[in-house]
């Protein structure tokens, strides 16, 4: 890996050389001939760098450019230029589930997963914060107590696990009622709607996470202290809405091509970016799922417009993010901040149409579509399975990561990824105390461009579906299958059962998982 020209905050942060702030630079003179090792002056909190964590929702490891996609995500291509991109990243393959584990640093089942649950751990606001940190967060949070509750000195979004996106409440003067499951909890700091009504018509959740998202970097771009900013997008999980402009876009373009022809070419593409495991093969179209070809003509529009919208939603997310790099750049801090962006789970294959109104077009606020299971599985090329299910296709997600001066620009590691390393890597990054018995290891000396070997295994539990990962080997069960065995090193894919063969692999294996899934954990802080 070739050398990269680094900040001298950031110099400092990789070779621990104590950052001396300026209001003692008068005893830093006076003992300076008593000092052993380098020093050097700096303002306050020079060293740390601000943290910008992007998740998006329900979307396929293969739907950004950077990955294989054909969706224009041109600010999300050029962070993974210019950054980090991990083949080998994990999420919890289940919202909840994923949040759980992303805020705490620990397993899920030890600190509770639910839309009403109170973690049993302190979160990474609430650790950051007490580290100096200025804590911002819009977007989903999926838990019971608001993120302004856990540690988040600032708020606005969904506490719950979707929404309309034009409008989350009720029915505005001259507009129907929205189509939606249920109403959903949304909170704005301390304060909790239910139902959450936007005055205006021309609300979107994507563009008001982001509105927020600035209106706080900007409120306090004065500050020494650096921040942690969660941004937390509901696309392009459904219901299905977008633009008319938006969707227009993509029009037709899934219907020229289907889904068996996509996920072949996606495949393609990500061969040549380099951006999957060694021998990684396609998987085949999942069992059950009929043949674009086999799909009546007259249904292939309808099909088309899913689709187009699901693609719309993942590029009005990446042009809300260029917004984002753009005002980190007006402000002076794109400098010193490490970006992350992630999925929280494979892309869903509820093929539901809930709209209110059949028909309804999904820039209407009576629409309720879903992408369906044949998308998913393109979404989720090349793996297999989908969202709430331990297969690659659930649990699998792109992760980019962005850090001008320390990551070297276009690099891909095959170092295995968890949502439990976020918590430490944090607070590596705030020179913080870390807490005994995480589940994690810190990212940092990947970032570094270090080789570095994370804590195993890895486990996993949604449902009926549950994992174990012990470096290149992986057992998974779902439902009232019996264990399957995969060498990932061999067969990233996961299409060659070797529980057959390794009986003794797959007993151990399971015992492990099954100690693992007993023990409730301890949670020291």
């Not at 010193?336 to 869903?348: E, H, K, R, V, Y």
């Not at 309720?368 to 297999?384: D, M």
């Not at 331990?390 to 990824?417: C, K, L, N, Q």
């Not at 070997?453 to 174990?468: D, M, T, V, Y």
Request: hydrophobic share 35%; proline share 6%.
């Amino acid at each position: 890996m070739k050398t990269v020209k680094m900040t001298t905050a950031k110099m400092a942060m990789k070779k621990n050389v104590p950052c001396i702030p300026s209001h003692i630079l008068i005893l830093t003179v006076a003992f300076v001939g008593l000092v052993a090792g380098p020093l050097r002056f700096c303002s306050a909190d020079e060293s740390r760098p601000n943290i910008v964590l992007i998740m998006c929702d329900d979307m396929g490891y293969s739907d950004i450019g950077s990955y294989g996609g054909e969706i224009d995500t041109p600010n999300l291509d050029r962070l993974a230029k210019q950054g980090l991109r991990f083949r080998n990243f994990y999420n919890n393959a289940k919202c909840e589930h994923t949040r759980a584990s992303l805020l705490t640093g620990r397993w899920w089942h030890h600190v509770g997963a639910s839309a009403s649950v109170v973690y049993k751990a302190p979160t990474f606001g609430e650790r950051m914060r007490e580290s100096g940190y200025r804590t911002l967060m819009v977007g989903k949070w999926h838990a019971g107590q608001t993120p302004y509750q856990r540690g988040f000195d600032r708020y606005y979004g969904l506490t719950d696990g979707c929404c309309n996106f034009w409008n989350p409440g009720h029915a505005r003067p001259g507009e129907a009622e929205p189509a939606k499951k249920r109403v959903r909890r949304w909170a704005i700091d301390d304060e909790e709607f239910k139902p959450f009504t936007p005055a205006t018509k021309d609300f979107y959740t994507t563009d008001a996470f982001t509105d927020h998202a600035i209106k706080y970097l900007n409120e306090y771009k004065d500050e020494e202290q650096p921040f942690l900013l969660y941004v937390a997008y509901t696309a392009p999980h459904y219901p299905l809405h977008a633009s008319q402009e938006d969707v227009e876009k993509y029009r037709g373009k899934y219907e020229a091509i289907g889904w068996d022809a996509l996920r072949k070419q996606r495949f393609a593409q990500q061969l040549a970016l380099g951006i999957l495991p060694p021998g990684a093969k396609l998987s085949p179209r999942d069992s059950g799922l009929p043949a674009w070809d086999s799909v009546p003509e007259s249904e292939r529009d309808w099909w088309d417009l899913r689709m187009a919208t699901y693609a719309a939603m993942i590029d009005r997310m990446d042009r809300n993010i260029g917004r984002l790099l753009t005002t980190l750049e007006q402000i002076g801090k794109a400098e010193n901040t490490l970006i992350f962006f992630l999925s929280d789970n494979g892309a869903c294959e509820d093929s539901a149409d809930r709209s209110t109104i059949k028909g309804s077009m999904p820039w209407e606020v009576t629409s309720y579509l879903t992408q369906g299971r044949v998308w998913a599985n393109a979404s989720n090329t090349p793996f297999r399975k989908y969202k709430t299910t331990d297969f690659e296709g659930g649990t699998r997600t792109p992760m980019i990561a962005y850090w001008p001066g320390v990551i070297e620009p276009g690099s891909i590691t095959d170092r295995v990824g968890h949502l439990v390393d976020f918590t430490p890597t944090m607070l590596q990054l705030a020179k913080s105390n870390m807490p005994e018995n995480l589940a994690g290891g810190s990212l940092l000396p990947t970032l570094q461009g270090e080789t570095d070997e994370r804590p195993w295994p890895l486990f996993w539990q949604f449902g009926s579906s549950k994992a174990i990962r012990d470096r290149e080997w992986k057992l998974v069960k779902h439902g009232k299958s019996d264990w399957e065995l995969y060498h990932l090193a061999e067969d990233p894919t996961e299409l060659n059962d070797l529980a057959g063969k390794y009986p003794n692999r797959v007993a151990g294996m399971s015992e492990d998982w099954q100690t693992w899934w007993s023990d409730q954990g301890e949670l020291n802080r």
